[in-house]
């Protein structure tokens, strides 16, 4: 399987605009392929929206992003560089950064002390603080219950908490698992304006969700998986309203497309 970069001699992806490219990523567990030659771009300064049904693959390309599975066949190149075979670490240290979908925040440890985690490979401690200042300016939950318990927040402030720990890293790439899981809908609207709080400040993000239509509303682009596939991509509008794709949110499979003459 030759990499993107290859099929364009002298070109470079982050240059054409693509910081992340998946090309016919193939990869699953225990001998059984859950994704079956994925392949889509994540365009620099944007925000890329994935949706699927349940099964469809969408946590096994994460892992595949991030480094915790390692791709059979394919690519994965972030900034022209093939990622396939890096370490999570190794990954994290280029700048792409995950949010999980399951809460990760250390529950006795302070707000605080959770955010500065964020920052555990940064060695400068100025920098550090510049960061934190920075990153308080966007989310003043940060300041308001800095030295209160991590586990004594609601599940909507634990995310915004998850959402300011992962910038500090300054990534390039925030990748956003299924983040209104468990929201209730105030907190799930407060939740997807900081997500667009984030983009505005100059974050390019890669978001699984599972409501699809408040995500595909606030995505650039678009990209539906449907049994390990790609099987529609666009402008997160496109997708959104393509005729066929409300089988998909009723939870059915995306009905095929016509023959063509």
Avoid: W
């Avoid at 016919?24 to 059984?32: I, K, L, M, R």
């Avoid at 994935?50 to 991030?66: D, E, F, H, R, W």
């Avoid at 595909?216 to 509008?237: K, S, Y």
């Amino acid at each position: 399987m030759t990499s993107p970069s290859a099929e364009r001699p002298g070109q470079s992806r982050a240059a054409s605009g693509v910081l992340l490219s998946l090309d016919g990523v193939v990869a699953g567990y225990g001998g059984g392929d859950v994704l079956k030659g994925v392949t889509f771009d994540v365009h620099e300064g944007g925000i890329t929206c994935i949706v699927g049904p349940n099964g469809a693959g969408k946590s096994t390309l994460l892992a595949a992003v991030s480094g915790i599975l390692r791709p059979r066949l394919g690519s994965i190149s972030f900034r022209g560089e093939n990622l396939v075979g890096s370490s999570p670490r190794a990954i994290l240290g280029r700048g792409i950064v995950q949010v999980p979908q399951n809460h990760s925040l250390f529950r006795e440890m302070s707000v605080r002390e959770n955010v500065e985690m964020g920052a555990f490979l940064v060695r400068d401690r100025r920098v550090v603080a510049e960061r934190l200042e920075h990153i308080t300016s966007l989310f003043p939950i940060v300041a308001q219950r800095a030295r209160d318990k991590a586990g004594s927040l609601s599940g909507g402030q634990q995310r915004l908490v998850e959402f300011a720990r992962c910038l500090m890293l300054d990534p390039a790439l925030v990748v956003l698992d299924e983040p209104s899981m468990g929201l209730d809908p105030k907190t799930l609207r407060s939740m997807f304006e900081t997500v667009r709080l984030m983009h505005a400040d100059g974050r390019t993000i890669l978001l699984v969700e599972q409501n699809a239509r408040a995500g595909l509303r606030l995505a650039t682009h678009g990209v539906v998986l449907e049994n390990g596939r790609v099987r529609l991509t666009g402008t997160g509008r496109e997708v959104l309203e393509h005729p066929e794709i409300g089988a998909l949110y009723l939870g059915g499979a995306v009905a095929p497309e016509p023959a063509r003459s």
